[in-house]
């Protein structure tokens, strides 16, 4: 398994994770009290959580699916989260079996499941590094034992971005982000999507104040905000909007009747 040899392996059960989070949202089992109970007291204020969570991993599906299609036969997802199949790999893999995938996340609960992602077409490749975002250096360096980055990858990070901040919180996703991209050649494809106040905004602005208040930095970025990420690239159709009218299915349209969902998506190709 790539880059995890010396991961930790405590899970702190005493503050919620993320991801843990997002799992109770998505109906999972991989969460603890307290996570169940943060989940709980930001649905109580945004009702639209669980859709969002649910529009946005249909969103993931459908962006993995639009790049495999296209060509791309390597992935790198950034913040992988507890898996929920079916996940990135699989879509990937029932288009090209012989895609190359590898995964980052640095929650030790996902490490522990690691091995669930792990298993893909035998003709292809799916590996798991065990790093923060924040740490560039590794996650390439490792992700580089599988990954051909003299060749187009489809680098994902999805609904990362409203956990990182700017300048004035001490992070520069901006940046951050750029150092990701500046390592892919032309061909290549960027995902991403990220909470936005503008459609809901005091909903987000109740769900924000509960994540920092758990301790969980949040960052939650209006349309111009977030469009700047894919600056210098070439947005494919529709563009930025609400992840359900991203390239929508069936399921994504009738998904429309239940109501908004505050998160913004996008891929974009290097040129």
Same mark, same amino acid.
């Given at each position: 398994?790539?880059?995890?040899?010396?991961?930790?392996?405590?899970?702190?059960? #005493?503050?919620?994770?993320? &991801?843990?989070?997002?799992?109770?949202?998505?109906?999972?089992?991989?969460?603890? !009290?307290?996570?169940?109970?943060? &989940?709980?007291?930001?649905? +109580?204020?945004?009702?639209?959580?669980?859709?969002?969570?649910? /529009?946005? $991993?249909?969103?993931?599906?459908?962006?993995?699916?639009? +790049?495999?299609?296209?060509?791309?036969?390597?992935?790198?997802?950034?913040?992988?989260?507890?898996?929920?199949? !079916?996940?990135?790999?699989?879509?990937?893999?029932?288009? /090209?079996?012989? &895609?190359? *995938?590898?995964?980052?996340?640095?929650?030790?609960? *996902?490490?522990?499941?690691?091995?669930?992602?792990?298993?893909?077409?035998?003709?292809? #490749?799916?590996?798991?590094?065990?790093?923060?975002? $924040?740490?560039?250096?590794?996650?390439?360096?490792? /992700?580089?034992?599988?990954?051909?980055?003299?060749?187009? *990858?489809?680098?994902?990070?999805?609904?990362?971005?409203?956990?990182?901040?700017?300048?004035?919180?001490?992070?520069?996703?901006? =940046?951050?982000?750029? $150092?990701?991209?500046?390592?892919?050649?032309?061909?290549?494809?960027?995902?991403?999507?990220?909470?936005?106040?503008?459609?809901?905004?005091?909903?987000? +602005?109740?769900?924000?104040?509960?994540?920092?208040?758990?301790?969980?930095?949040?960052? !939650?970025?209006?349309?111009?905000?977030? #469009?700047?990420?894919?600056? =210098?690239?070439?947005?494919?159709?529709?563009?930025?909007? /609400? *992840?359900?009218?991203?390239?929508?299915?069936?399921?994504?349209?009738? &998904?429309?009747?239940? =109501?908004?969902? !505050?998160?913004?998506?996008?891929?974009?190709?290097?040129?």
């Amino acid at each position: 398994m790539t880059g995890s040899e010396a991961a930790p392996t405590r899970i702190d059960t #005493s503050r919620p994770h993320p &991801a843990r989070v997002y799992d109770w949202w998505l109906g999972g089992k991989d969460n603890y !009290p307290v996570d169940e109970e943060l &989940a709980r007291r930001i649905l +109580a204020s945004d009702g639209t959580a669980v859709r969002g969570a649910r /529009a946005n $991993r249909r969103f993931m599906h459908r962006a993995t699916r639009t +790049a495999a299609e296209a060509g791309i036969r390597q992935f790198l997802d950034i913040g992988t989260g507890i898996p929920t199949e !079916p996940n990135l790999h699989q879509v990937a893999q029932s288009v /090209a079996a012989d &895609a190359k *995938v590898v995964y980052a996340d640095n929650d030790p609960i *996902v490490l522990r499941h690691a091995e669930a992602l792990l298993h893909g077409a035998p003709e292809g #490749s799916t590996e798991y590094v065990h790093a923060d975002v $924040r740490d560039p250096d590794t996650i390439l360096r490792l /992700a580089g034992e599988t990954l051909d980055f003299t060749q187009p *990858v489809a680098l994902s990070l999805v609904a990362l971005t409203h956990y990182l901040g700017d300048d004035t919180d001490g992070d520069d996703v901006y =940046g951050l982000l750029k $150092r990701y991209v500046d390592v892919l050649v032309p061909g290549s494809y960027l995902t991403l999507s990220q909470v936005t106040p503008d459609l809901s905004p005091e909903a987000i +602005a109740k769900a924000a104040e509960h994540f920092r208040r758990s301790g969980t930095p949040f960052f !939650p970025r209006s349309l111009t905000e977030f #469009s700047r990420f894919f600056d =210098g690239l070439e947005l494919l159709g529709p563009g930025v909007i /609400a *992840v359900y009218g991203w390239r929508p299915e069936p399921e994504d349209v009738a &998904a429309q009747a239940e =109501g908004i969902v !505050p998160v913004y998506g996008g891929v974009a190709r290097k040129v």
